[in-house]
């Protein structure tokens, strides 16, 4: 099993829709997690942290589930700048150094 | 706008050049990190500096040397580069020294491309 697990995509999703992805992690010791989001060419930004349970920001939300060893991306009510790669990180035992190979989504007209 | 400055922006080297990726980060952060990221893969770790120690190096081939000359300051030090290594390389920091997992803050990146 990879460390870091996501599905590439692309979702293809129209404007306002409701979008969710998962990563699943392989290490039962990572404490912390990470959303980015990255656009083509540019740097990943942070976009959410997870210590606990989840976390939701406006229209992002992110839910930890440790049993099942994943973490989601919910994005409500999608706008088109909403498009973007995905990119999960989980704090490996202590070590946040492997990227999921990210989920692509694409927000149509 | 980004905290962590890289420079050049972008670069074109021949394979027998000699040049370096320069970093900077003034946010007190412990940590920092060179990636290298190929088009459609995600960021692939290089080396991390934690304290100004080198704590990680991900096997990367010597023709990529690392210096942190201090806290803030992270160079890559690149000579005898192969066409292969044309890629987009971050330089990224933490506030905790590597291991405490603190989100990572990325620079624009250098677009390198060795010819």
């Known amino acids: 099993r990879k460390e870091v697990e996501q599905d590439p995509g692309p979702f293809n999703v129209p404007e306002g829709a409701t979008v969710a992805f998962n990563c699943t992690y392989s290490?039962?010791?990572?404490?912390?997690f990470f959303w980015y989001r990255q656009d083509c060419r540019k740097e990943p930004k942070l976009l959410m942290s997870?210590?606990?349970s989840g976390n939701e920001d406006g229209r992002f939300t992110a839910q930890l589930n440790r049993a099942s060893q994943y973490i989601s991306l919910l994005i409500r009510d999608s706008k088109l700048s909403d498009s973007a790669t995905y990119l999960c990180?989980?704090?490996?035992?202590?070590?946040?150094?492997?990227f999921g190979g990210g989920t692509r989504l694409m927000v149509k007209p | 706008d980004t905290e962590v400055t890289q420079t050049p922006k972008h670069l074109v080297m021949g394979m027998t050049n000699k040049k370096s990726l320069k970093c900077e980060q003034h946010?007190?952060?412990?940590?920092m990190y060179w990636y290298k990221q190929k088009a459609k893969k995600p960021p692939e770790l290089m080396f991390v500096?934690?304290?100004?120690?080198?704590?990680i190096n991900e096997s990367v081939p010597s023709r990529f040397s690392p210096e942190c000359p201090n806290s803030s300051l992270l160079n890559l030090h690149l000579h005898a580069l192969q066409p292969e290594d044309s890629a987009l390389y971050l330089c990224a920091s933490s506030q905790e020294g590597a291991g405490v997992g603190s989100p990572l803050h990325f620079g624009n990146g250098t677009r390198l491309t060795v010819t």
């Open positions: 290490n039962s010791a990572s404490q912390s």
């Open positions: 990180v989980p704090d490996n035992a202590g070590n946040m150094l492997t």
């Open positions: 500096y934690s304290y100004e120690k080198l704590s």
């Open positions: 946010m007190g952060h412990r940590a």
């Open positions: 997870v210590y606990s």
